[in-house]
């Protein structure tokens, strides 16, 4: 079986760090060839410091982890440290290392190590975060999107959002940058709220984990606990882990279900901005629309991947 080239561009972020834990578990069908980091969940400092701590807690030592943009295209940036904590990990405290990032420009080290794949091969983008290092990379090195498979995102919702009652936060926080990468002419799978908000553990499950003598089920337990003690989550018994649909997406598609619509981007400043426009007049099943809008998952067989993949490590 022929691995998948992947690069993660990220903001961890809970549930981004299960995202990459994810990755690191799928060694076998996925090739990950380098982390970039947005500001977006926290500042670029702390959600940068977090993917160093992560890879190196994972084992991935040898990915490199590149700083890309410290705020929106144009917008100010507003972190959400009420959802994820002062670090972005919640309750978890992973060690103290001394791995630094392998570049202070991250659009250009994404540019070089796309373009100096082997062959004819391409990589597939996984952005969980606002997408301003991908509508950078774009517009900056075109060239780069012949080397693109596909995008596979987390972001936005054909209904509702999650930051205001129209958006979902990462498109919310640079629509601009949404746009840009909408339009960019690469096939998308988008992995929004229409799916994420029915893909996550039960409190069981968290507590199971967060009690493990395993130091990443711990961990994690431990990270997803947070969002359990939340005001946001206090009547609801499933925690959702948006980020890691892309990773699971990718190694298990089985899993999920979706359908091909134009989408476009509210740019402007009002109640709608962020907002995915979904067109979804009569598109079911036209497989000739740029981005396949996921809207249907196995929950049980989604938990129980994600669990085993924990027990990886």
């Not at 601009?176 to 499950?205: K, S, W, Y």
Request: hydrophobic residues 40%; contains cysteine.
């Amino acid at each position: 079986m022929n691995k998948l080239n992947i690069w993660m561009d990220c903001d961890p972020g809970i549930d981004d760090a299960v995202a990459i834990a994810m990755a690191a578990a799928s060694r076998d069908q996925l090739s990950l060839w380098g982390i970039s980091t947005v500001a977006g969940n926290q500042t670029s400092d702390r959600v940068t410091n977090n993917a160093l701590q992560l890879t190196a807690f994972l084992g991935l030592d040898n990915i490199p982890v590149v700083r890309g943009a410290t705020e929106p295209l144009i917008r100010k940036l507003e972190v959400a440290d009420d959802i994820h904590g002062e670090t972005g990990l919640g309750h978890c405290r992973l060690p103290s290392i001394s791995k630094q990032p392998d570049s202070e420009n991250g659009i250009l080290f994404m540019r070089d190590c796309i373009m100096h794949l082997p062959g004819q091969e391409k990589m597939v983008l996984v952005p969980t975060a606002p997408l301003t290092n991908i509508a950078l990379l774009f517009k900056v090195f075109p060239e780069v999107k012949e080397r693109i498979d596909q995008i596979v995102l987390m972001g936005g919702s054909s209904a509702g959002g999650n930051v205001t009652p129209s958006a979902e936060f990462n498109i919310w926080t640079d629509p601009e940058a949404a746009e840009i990468v909408f339009h960019a002419g690469v096939p998308i799978v988008m992995c929004g709220l229409d799916v994420t908000n029915h893909c996550g553990l039960d409190r069981n499950q968290v507590e199971e984990l967060r009690c493990s003598s395993n130091p990443v089920k711990h961990a994690y337990g431990e990270m997803l606990q947070f969002y359990f003690d939340s005001t946001e989550y206090q009547s609801k018994d499933l925690v959702c882990i948006h980020d890691a649909v892309t990773i699971l997406y990718l190694t298990n598609p089985e899993l999920f279900q979706g359908i091909y619509v134009p989408v476009d981007v509210d740019c402007t400043s009002g109640i709608n901005r962020g907002m995915t426009v979904c067109d979804k007049r009569g598109y079911e099943g036209s497989e000739d629309q740029s981005v396949l809008l996921l809207n249907q998952v196995d929950l049980e067989a989604f938990q129980h991947v994600l669990l085993e993949k924990l027990s990886y490590f």
